[in-house]
């Protein structure tokens, strides 16, 4: 957080590590000023609101994109087409990387393995110490005690041959923080220095996800209706809300398109920057989630062999597989499917409730949330979801796992 305010100029509030007899760590930090991106959002009016916000938005991922990690001791020396500036200069006395503190790498027992947690110099070495943990999670005494576990092995194994041929160059190791806001970066939990592609992906909290309106392809702009005029104030007033929301994806998208650097045109040109973005996090949830997301993964980079490699002499390792996993891989397919049915079903619920992923709700909402989690609870149709009512103790939790 120092580093992101004194050196790359992001907003980011000050902290204090008292000192103090109990032992627990935890820091004092001053309050940043405004409201959260996502509180903020849906009170935006007028399309020329949302201009400021997202070119403020790309200031904040321009600075972080702007440097890179291309020494193994210190944590900037230079920009990615410039020499280091003073600051930079000055930083490299100062700073240094540490391991990843991204939570997949530590949580249910992982923080008790010796494993390799970086930093990372190279994209290869990256993959493949995602790889290594969840294999060695899996022959700890730790992975009996998770209850949703399913064997990976297979699908690891074949994950870690075909690594070396998938990776390209805008490999880059540049730090980055997806979960930053226009007023100030309020924590560290999700920074984490990864190669360049896995970062220049589309912001999520930017990103249109109701199905309410259609969105446009490429940088067509959204239009209202046809007969929108015959529509009450209300339901105006909420079809204006989601226009609103695609407008704020689609001026990002322009923006960027008009302010990217070159090496981000280049990253957002790549078919399969957000296959392999995910391939960690499928690989580190292999035994709680169960294999699914990652053989799905794997049966779309075999689809997208010939684009990822940019060779068509090059044979992919999946097509030797044994009868036996071409098998599995077509029945994870109807699994995979179920799972995507389930966690609409899932989502929609969340946004009945309002709640977040976590379950949290607000103190003054939770007689409401409950109340009407408890009606939903009742129209759940087990047989046609395929899974049990999910807001239950005992079911699981992404969270928990």
């Given amino acids: 957080m120092e580093f992101a305010r004194d050196v790359l100029k992001i907003p980011t509030p000050r902290s204090q590590r008292p000192k103090q007899p109990v032992g627990a760590e935890y820091i004092i930090m ?14 935006i009016t007028s399309g020329l609101d949302v201009i400021p916000l997202v070119n403020d938005f790309i200031d904040i991922e321009n600075k ?5 990690q291309p020494d193994r001791q210190f944590i900037f020396q230079g920009r990615f087409d410039l020499e280091a500036d003073e ?14 503190t991204d939570r997949q790498w530590w949580r249910g027992g992982r923080a008790d393995l010796d494993i390799d947690r970086g930093p990372w110099f190279e994209p290869l070495s990256y993959f493949t110490a995602a790889v290594q943990c969840e294999l060695t999670f899996i022959q700890s005494p730790a992975a009996s005690a998770v209850q949703f576990r399913q064997n990976p092995f297979v699908p690891l194994s074949l994950y870690k041959r075909i690594l070396h041929l998938l990776l390209d160059e805008l490999c880059a190791p540049t730090l980055w923080h997806p979960d930053a806001n226009i007023t100030s970066v309020i924590d560290w939990q999700f920074a984490q220095i990864a190669p360049y592609f896995t970062h220049a992906v589309f912001p999520s909290m930017l990103l249109y996800t109701d199905d309410v309106l259609p969105v446009p392809p490429g940088l067509q702009f959204p239009k209202l209706p046809a007969d929108y005029d015959s529509y009450s104030p209300e339901k105006q007033a909420y079809i204006r809300r989601h226009h609103r929301l695609i407008m704020r994806q689609k001026s990002y998208q322009a923006l960027r398109a008009s302010r990217g650097t070159e090496r981000r045109k280049a990253a957002s040109k790549v078919p399969h920057a957000a296959l392999l973005t995910m391939l960690p996090y499928y690989t580190l949830r292999a035994w709680s989630h169960g294999p699914h997301l990652l053989m799905d993964a794997l049966g779309d980079i075999q689809e997208l062999w010939t684009a990822i490699v940019q060779d068509d002499q090059t044979k992919c390792p999946m097509d030797d597989l044994s009868p036996d996993f071409e098998a599995e891989l077509a029945e994870n397919a109807s699994v995979f499917e179920a799972l995507e049915y389930y966690d609409v079903s899932v989502t929609r619920m969340m946004k009945a409730v309002g709640c977040t992923g976590d379950g949290l709700v607000s103190y003054e909402d939770y007689e409401s949330a409950r109340e009407e989690c ?3 609870k009742v129209m759940w149709d087990q047989q046609a979801e395929g899974k049990p009512f999910p807001f239950a103790d005992g ?7």
């Fill in 30 to 43: 001053e309050k940043a000023p405004g409201m959260d991106l996502r509180t903020r959002w849906p009170l």
């Fill in 64 to 68: 972080f994109e702007g440097y890179v």
């Fill in 87 to 100: 600051d930079i200069k000055a930083a490299a006395e100062r700073y240094r990387v540490g391991p990843l």
């Fill in 374 to 376: 408890d009606r939903l």
């Fill in 395 to 401: 079911m699981f939790s992404f969270f928990l796992s």
